[in-house]
């Protein structure tokens, strides 16, 4: 190719235009990260963050292959960049995917269970790698908070992986994920009927109601020993210290990052936007919450996406959060004005103290449920801008 050279206008010495040049292909360009570099940096600090939390009553005697020490790591906080992910020659081809015999068969596991409220601080695809110290009660809610960003990111990027392995261990996770639910949604419980005590309710009387509640969280931590205890737990946490190493990729993981990632994000976008219209027709606590768990996966979504695709990504992720917290609220105020409805029709003598906390949490539901409508439509707003 031959170099134009144009006049300077004013006079001064030519200017020498370079000729047009083909783009190089994504084999010639090193800086960008395959999707499988990208989708295997979160799955490993989710998985870290888990190994590090998930310790038996938060005395440091954690799983197989959980770092030592008193620290814990919240699932949340700092983000990865793009060039921090391993080398493209780290990740196994399809044949390196291990037996689906490996962990139980996916019909073993329970339904997915409806997710709990995220940390209400801090955000991002992967663990903080300092280390802080947590009490038994956040490590269990950290726990869940990493299974549960495994799971949604094995979900929505589900074709990087072999089918029959992806779905057998989001079933161990879904059920090890209930375990923890179990706990750690009657302590939101007892915090929600502490803080939204109504002033006429005395402090004896609300006693009264948490001694039932502190009788159904013991059985709840019991039932958490018992897990973590368990043959099936411990094969849960052989495959999650293997997305801590190096995740089982298939043939897909090798495609450009920036190129494949945001498509495989347009179908939790298109079930965000259909729950969205559900709700729209019906705005009960039903649909309200598949909303939630469909601005949950478009949330975690893009914080893994904003490791390629930056600020635009981001800000749509932070978006899908503050609806995501806003439902969550809504969610655990129905939930506990059912259960102080029941309380009060098991034990008759509660029901006097259980009718005003219940009318608390009606009330807090009602004010939290209002403004959901716009902002969805500030996630919508921000999905188009980037993905138009």
Not at 18 to 27: K, L, V
Not at 69 to 79: E, L, T
Not at 197 to 222: G, K, M, Q
Not at 244 to 250: L, N, V
Request: with cysteine; proline share 10%.
């Amino acid at each position: 190719m031959v170099a134009t050279v144009t006049p300077s206008p004013a006079g001064g010495p030519p200017i020498r235009e370079r000729p047009d040049r083909p783009e190089r292909p994504d084999e010639d360009r090193p800086d960008t990260p395959s999707t499988g570099e990208v989708v295997g940096a979160v799955l490993a600090r989710s998985a870290r963050s888990f190994l590090l939390n998930d310790s038996h009553g938060g005395n440091g005697d954690g799983p197989p292959g959980a770092p030592d020490g008193p620290g814990s790591v919240p699932d949340a906080g700092s983000v990865p960049d793009a060039g921090s992910v391993p080398d493209a020659g780290s990740v196994p081809d399809a044949g390196s995917v291990p037996d689906a015999g490996s962990v139980p068969d996916a019909g073993s596991g329970p339904s997915e269970p409806p997710p709990s409220k995220p940390p209400a601080s801090g955000s991002g695809p992967g663990a903080d790698t300092g280390t802080t110290p947590l009490d038994p009660t956040e490590q269990v809610h950290q726990s869940r908070v990493a299974l549960r960003r495994i799971r949604s990111n094995l979900r929505t990027f589900r074709v990087l992986f072999d089918p029959a392995w992806n779905t057998s261990v989001r079933a161990e996770l879904a059920w090890y994920t209930d375990r923890l639910g179990a706990s750690r949604d009657l302590h939101v419980l007892r915090d929600s009927l502490v803080l939204h005590c109504p002033p006429e309710v005395e402090p004896s009387e609300l006693a009264t109601i948490l001694a039932t509640l502190d009788l159904a969280l013991a059985e709840a931590d019991s039932s958490l020993a018992e897990a973590r205890a368990s043959d099936r737990h411990a094969a849960l946490v052989r495959t999650i210290e293997l997305l801590a190493g190096q995740a089982p990729f298939g043939d897909k993981a090798e495609s450009p990052a920036d190129e494949l990632l945001p498509t495989l994000l347009e179908r939790s976008w298109r079930d965000a936007r259909e729950a969205a219209r559900a709700a729209r027709r019906h705005p009960d606590d039903r649909h309200l919450h598949a909303l939630r768990i469909r601005m949950k996966a478009l949330r975690y979504g893009c914080e893994t996406v904003s490791l390629v695709a930056g600020a635009p990504a981001r800000k749509t992720a932070r978006a899908a959060e503050a609806l995501q917290e806003r439902l969550g609220t809504f969610h655990d105020a129905c939930g506990a004005a059912a259960w102080l409805e029941s309380v009060g029709e098991a034990s008759p003598e509660l029901g006097p103290v259980a009718a005003p906390l219940q009318e608390a949490q009606l009330a807090v539901a009602a004010s939290t449920r209002a403004g959901w409508r716009k902002e969805f439509n500030e996630v919508e707003r921000r999905w188009r801008r980037w993905r138009r």
